[in-house]
């Protein structure tokens, strides 16, 4: 059974950094289109961070610079690594696989973890 | 960046009713688009994928149309379970975005 399972998320001060986790079971991270998506409070979904199986790499505007994807083949976990946070950093961030069929498509996601940037 | 476009952004709709959302894109992503259905407190759930392919285990009272900018979803004979926010999402770029969501709400 796929399962995802995020850590890592908490409140943090501005300028701060946090690093969050996805451990995975089920299928390997590393063979897998793996992202990280958030929501603020009330607000859309927002893709911030992809890696590829081949491991490249794309982030959305508002984090690049800031935001590391990576991965760990033999915890067969995912990480993204958040610095110099700002308010608007606030979400749920999801972690979530990616699968082919005619186009991309998220069909696993995790729980979701909460990031609060707040002094 | 492509900018997704969803309306209305809120309905009311009773059990049984069709509900049809739309989704626009900013430019044309031929069929590279979802659509997913959130309930409150969850992590969003696909729904339809490839613009008009039905995900598997999701009922065939959900339906997507459209193709380049224009799409739809479709839900004949809405159920309680329905009620929830509705997203499309393309897959068209490699930094994916969706739609601001449509929030279907009992009448």
């Known amino acids: 059974e796929v399962q995802l399972v995020e850590s890592g998320g908490g409140l943090i001060q501005p300028g701060g950094s946090l690093r969050l986790s996805c451990a995975a079971s089920?299928?390997?991270?590393?063979?897998?289109?793996m992202s990280w998506v958030r929501q603020a409070p009330g607000k859309g979904l927002e893709w911030v961070s992809v890696i590829y199986s081949g491991g490249t790499t794309y982030y959305a505007d508002s984090v690049k610079g800031r935001f590391t994807i990576s991965r760990d083949k033999s915890k067969n976990t995912l990480y993204l690594q958040m610095n110099s946070l700002r308010a608007e950093d606030t979400a749920v961030y999801y972690c979530?696989?990616?699968?082919?069929?005619?186009?991309?498509?998220?069909?696993?996601w995790g729980q979701g973890t909460l990031v609060t940037v707040s002094s | 960046d492509i900018q997704m476009t969803q309306s209305p952004s809120s309905l009311s709709a009773s059990v049984g009713d069709r509900v049809t959302i739309s989704c626009r894109a900013s430019e044309s992503i031929s069929n590279n688009l979802n659509w997913y259905q959130q309930r409150p407190g969850k992590a969003p759930k696909v729904l339809i994928y490839a613009a008009s392919s039905l995900q598997s285990g999701v009922p065939s009272r959900f339906s997507g149309s459209g193709s380049g900018t224009d799409f739809t979803l479709t839900i004949s004979g809405l159920r309680l379970e329905d009620f929830a926010t509705y997203y499309c999402q393309q897959s068209y770029t490699t930094v994916w975005t969706s739609g601001q969501g449509t929030k279907v709400e009992i009448k």
């Open positions: 979530a696989r990616g699968v082919y069929s005619s186009n991309w498509f998220i069909d696993f």
């Open positions: 089920g299928f390997t991270v590393s063979s897998n289109y």
